[in-house]
Nanobody, 125 residues
């Protein structure tokens, strides 16, 4: 069974950086997609970024373009979200997710079949 574990969250001041990691297991295909989503208290889950492994395409939400970078190592099944120039509005629980299908720039949560447990990012002003 596919399993995902997100880590790397924490408390950081505005303008700082964090790198989130997502360790995946339970699959061996070389074409799939990993997405990062976030959910702030009282708000809906929002797509942040995604990467189509094997197709080398990445997509970002407008709110994080130029600040966040998604990447991954298919051989290690480990994926990253580098977050720079963090803002208080980036505060949320961040989740990584997996699907065996190619995804679009729409960053839709329902496109993904498996989810990690989430890691909390808190950005102080």
């Amino acid at each position: 069974e596919v399993q995902l574990q997100a880590s790397g969250g924490g408390l950081v001041q505005a303008g700082g950086s964090l790198r989130l990691s997502c360790a995946a297991s339970g699959f061996s295909i070389d074409h799939y997609a990993i997405g990062w989503f976030r959910q702030a208290p009282g708000k809906e889950r929002q797509g942040v970024a995604c990467i189509n492994i094997g197709h080398n395409t990445t997509y970002y939400a407008d709110s994080v373009k130029g600040r966040f970078t998604i990447s991954g190592d298919n051989t290690k099944k480990t994926f990253y979200l580098q977050m720079n120039s963090l803002k208080p509005e980036d505060t949320a629980v961040y989740y990584c997710a997996y699907t065996k299908f190619v995804v679009s720039a729409d960053l839709r949560a329902y496109d993904y079949d498996y989810w990690g447990q989430g890691t909390l990012v808190t950005v102080s002003s």
